[in-house]
């Protein structure tokens, strides 16, 4: 499907979030922050309890994601670590292609 490296089946991107928690017990301490919440009743009878709260973090100007990593990156300081990954290999393949570039006019010269 895709590469593990692009985390492309997080269940945040499956979602379109920019963060997903999944807690074992509605007693967990995390949950008093949670502003909006619901129940679904699943066909055999279990409870699935949701819960939707802003995400950490601050806003990727490339993605939207809300991210911890935004302003992280000293050359990138609006992006989160994945955009600024893409960012970089896009700069990186642009350098390659003037380089070769480059090795054509003077080899043609």
């Known amino acids: 499907m895709c590469e593990p490296t692009n985390d492309a089946d997080a269940l945040h991107r499956i979602f379109i979030t920019s963060q997903v928690e999944i807690l074992n017990s509605l007693q967990d301490e995390r949950i008093k922050d949670v502003q909006y919440t619901g129940e679904y009743l699943m066909e055999e009878g279990n409870k699935i ?6 995400a950490n973090g601050s806003k990727c100007d490339r993605c939207w994601n809300y991210s911890l990593q935004v302003g992280s990156f000293t050359e990138h300081p609006l992006l989160c670590g994945r955009c600024h990954n893409v960012v970089i290999g896009l700069q990186t393949r642009d350098l390659d292609d003037l380089a070769k570039s480059e090795a054509k006019e003077a080899i043609a010269q």
Do not use: C, D, E, F
């Open 49 to 54: 309890w949701i819960g939707v709260s802003r």
